[in-house]
C-alpha cells in the first residue's frame, strides 16, 4: 500500500491521485517559490543531492535561491524512482521524455502532466495489487490515451517513460518489504 506521494514525505490520499501535483500547489501560492530548506522538508532529500542535481544540470537552477514548481516536480520525479534505478539511468529517462532540462519547448509532456500521470498509475497498479509488466502496460496505455495532445511518437515516449517510472517505484517498494522481514529475522 502507497503510503506517501512518490518523491515527497507527504502522506497518500488516494482521492487525489489524479492530480497528485494538486497537493504540492498549495507551497507555491502565497510565494515565488519554496527554499533550499522547504525542498528538503518536502522530499526528504539531502541539501547536498538536490544542490548536486542542479549543478549536473538535471533539475533547472533555481531563481534568487527559490525552487519554482519546474524544479520541485523534476525533482521529486527524480526522488520518486532513484532508488531502484541508477541515477544515470533515471537522468536518461527525464531527457527521453522532455529532452534538455532548460527548454520546455522539447518536452512531450509537462513535467507536471507526467508526475500526475505517473502517481495516478502507481495508485492503479497498487489497488490492482500488481507488479505485473503486462498489466502495468495496460493501465498505463488507458492512461496515455487520455492525455491531449500527443502525437504517436509522443504517445509511445510517455508509454514507455511511465511503464518503467511504475516499476522502478514498485521494486524500490518490495525492496523495503524485503528489507523489512530482513530486519524482523536479524533484529
Known amino acids: 500500500m502507497i503510503k506517501y506521494i512518490p518523491g515527497t514525505v507527504l502522506t497518500f490520499d488516494s482521492s487525489k491521485n489524479s492530480c497528485a501535483f494538486d497537493v504540492i500547489k498549495p507551497f507555491f501560492a502565497l510565494t515565488n517559490g519554496i527554499t533550499l530548506a522547504q525542498v528538503r ?82 495508485y492503479l497498479s497498487d489497488k490492482a495489487h500488481t507488479s505485473d509488466n503486462e498489466v502495468i502496460g495496460a493501465i498505463v496505455s488507458e492512461q496515455v490515451s487520455h492525455v491531449p495532445g500527443l502525437d504517436e511518437i509522443g504517445r509511445d515516449k510517455l508509454q514507455r517513460t511511465l511503464r518503467i517510472m511504475v516499476l522502478a517505484f514498485l521494486a524500490a517498494q518490495l525492496q523495503d518489504e524485503v528489507d523489512a522481514e530482513l530486519e524482523i529475522i536479524f533484529s
Open 41 to 122: 522538508e518536502l522530499t526528504g532529500l539531502e541539501t547536498s543531492t538536490i544542490q548536486n542535481w542542479v549543478k549536473r544540470g538535471w533539475v533547472p537552477s533555481p531563481i534568487n535561491k527559490r525552487y519554482g514548481e519546474r524544479q520541485i516536480v523534476r525533482i521529486i520525479l527524480i526522488n520518486s524512482i532513484r532508488r531502484s534505478m541508477k541515477i544515470e539511468q533515471v537522468i536518461n529517462l527525464m531527457a527521453y521524455i522532455n529532452g534538455d532540462v532548460e527548454d520546455t519547448s522539447d518536452d512531450v509532456v509537462s513535467d507536471e502532466v507526467l508526475f500526475n500521470e505517473f502517481c495516478r498509475a502507481v
